[in-house]
Structure formats: structure tokens, C-alpha cells
């Protein structure tokens, strides 16, 4: 049984930084990729990142380009996202997931991921 849990939200001002991270258990992540996705209060949930399990490709949605990176240690079984210049708009619970995605649009599709996590708040104040 896959498990993903995801840690690190919180309140942080305008302009400051959290680390999220997701750690992975029960199953075979080789060929996996692990994404991150975020839901705004009465809003879709929406593509943030995502990296691949073995090559460490990385892809990214345009607004957090520059200011968040993905990465992931295979020995913790662990995808962190380091979010700097945070945003209010950025405020969000984000979700950790994993899938087979293979390249950037099919990253960006929720239906492509088999497990999730419970989510954690990130809120961002002005």
C-alpha cells in the first residue's frame, strides 16, 4: 500500500520561503513521477510541479518557474518542494502525488496519478 505524506506547510509572510515535503513508502518508485499539485478555496486543483523518480527530470507550471524547485532523495524515499518569494496567491493546500506521467502535459493531469497524499495548508499573508 502506497503511502504518501506530506509535511512542511505553514503561515509565512509575503516575500518568505517553506520547504514541503512528501515522504514515499510501500512501493517502487523507480519509474514513478512524483508531483505536486495545489487547491485554492473554491478553486480546481491545479498543476505546481513534478519530477521524475529516476532521471530527475523536472517540470515546472510557468507562474512558480524561478521561485520553486523540486527535487527528491532516493535514499529517504522523500520529494521536497522549495517554495522562495512566496505569494498570497500561492496560499493553497498542497498535495503530494505519484503516477507514471512520462512528459510535461501528461504531468500536469491529476487523473494521471494513482496515489495522493492528505495535503498540507500553505498560507501566505500580505
Known amino acids: 500500500q502506497v503511502q504518501l505524506v506530506e509535511s512542511g506547510g505553514g503561515l509565512v509572510q509575503a516575500g518568505g520561503s517553506l520547504r514541503l515535503s512528501c515522504a514515499a513508502s510501500?512501493?517502487?518508485?523507480?519509474?514513478?513521477?512524483m508531483g505536486w499539485f495545489r487547491q485554492a478555496q473554491g478553486k480546481e486543483r491545479e498543476f505546481v510541479t513534478a519530477i521524475t523518480w529516476s532521471a530527475g527530470i523536472t517540470y515546472y507550471e510557468d507562474s512558480v518557474k524561478g521561485r520553486f524547485t523540486i527535487s527528491r532523495d532516493k535514499a529517504k524515499n522523500t520529494v521536497y518542494l522549495q517554495m522562495n518569494s512566496l505569494k498570497p496567491e500561492n496560499t493553497a493546500v498542497y498535495y503530494c502525488?505519484?503516477?507514471?506521467?512520462?512528459?510535461?502535459?501528461?504531468?500536469?493531469?491529476?487523473?494521471?496519478?494513482?496515489?495522493w497524499g492528505q495535503g498540507t495548508q500553505v498560507t501566505v499573508s500580505s
Open positions: 502525488a505519484a503516477g507514471r506521467p512520462y512528459n510535461y502535459y501528461s504531468a500536469r493531469v491529476h487523473s494521471n496519478y494513482d496515489y
Open positions: 510501500g512501493g517502487t518508485f523507480r519509474t514513478a513521477t
